[in-house]
């Protein structure tokens, strides 16, 4: 981390940005700059090998499955053993949707397997059933500070399984979650951090986007005026009936 910087590493930005993650991206940049936070963002595409301790935030999208698979097997022979260095030091590593389903052991699409980082303890398996779709909203509490609710939209086939030591990010409120059974939806230890939450994100949640500044630079954020983002996050809690 440098002061008064936030440095984040954007993970096949090209590629696995199938769900209008660049907003996730922007929100960060935008509401960073107006505390004169400075912002660097760097991608880092297939072949690039990654410095674990040049950057406080790592990115990963949603892609396509084929596209996804493409990324899985660069992530591993270039990427894995630099992230999970990141992340062992406390930076945060935060996947979206396909990018959430690459944090763990193995994606299974019928005869194939997809390989994952492995940073978290978990595997999705795509079924054959119907995708879990629709407006979602649950509940966190992120480092004690009470509960908040994240609201978003979710459109998976596959349907993810937490081991039994890992914790979700939250708990289902309305919607389907991991596996539109168990109530849980995405996963969390420490700073890394996966949901299939999108639409993007962090536009709908900015609170969230606050507290990954706030926990990526260890600063003590000024408030915003942010009527309008909290119009938005009232709106996507209505469009998932909370």
């Not at 698979?69 to 992230?83: G, Q």
């Not at 397997?113 to 795509?126: A, F, K, N, Q, S």
């Not at 030591?165 to 969390?188: A, F, I, K, M």
Request: glycine share 14%; with cysteine; net charge negative.
């Amino acid at each position: 981390m440098a002061d008064g910087v936030l440095r984040i590493c954007s993970l096949y930005p090209d590629v696995m940005n199938i769900y209008a993650d660049r907003g996730n991206l922007l929100v960060l940049e935008r509401r960073a700059a107006w505390r004169d936070i400075e912002v660097q963002v760097t991608p880092a595409g297939f072949g690039d090998r990654i410095d674990p301790d040049a950057h406080d935030l790592f990115y990963l999208g949603g892609g396509q499955d084929r596209d996804q698979a493409l990324c899985a097997r660069d992530l591993v022979d270039t990427k894995r053993d630099a992230l999970a260095a990141a992340a062992g030091r406390g930076a945060l590593v935060l996947g979206i949707c396909g990018g959430f389903q690459l944090l763990g052991h193995v994606y299974e699409l019928g005869d194939e397997e997809i390989p994952g980082l492995g940073l978290v303890d978990l595997r999705t398996v795509r079924s054959d059933d119907d995708r879990l779709i629709g407006n979602v909203a649950i509940e966190v509490d992120l480092d004690g500070e009470g509960p908040r609710t994240l609201a978003g939209f979710e459109n998976h086939g596959g349907r993810t399984h937490l081991g039994a030591g890992e914790q979700p990010l939250g708990r289902v409120l309305r919607g389907h979650g991991n596996d539109g059974r168990s109530g849980r939806e995405g996963v969390r230890r420490d700073g890394v951090i996966g949901t299939y939450l999108h639409g993007p994100l962090l536009p709908k949640n900015t609170w969230f986007a606050d507290w990954l500044i706030a926990r990526a630079t260890g600063l003590a954020l000024s408030p915003l005026d942010d009527r309008m983002e909290a119009a938005a996050h009232a709106s996507a809690r209505r469009a998932a009936g909370v």
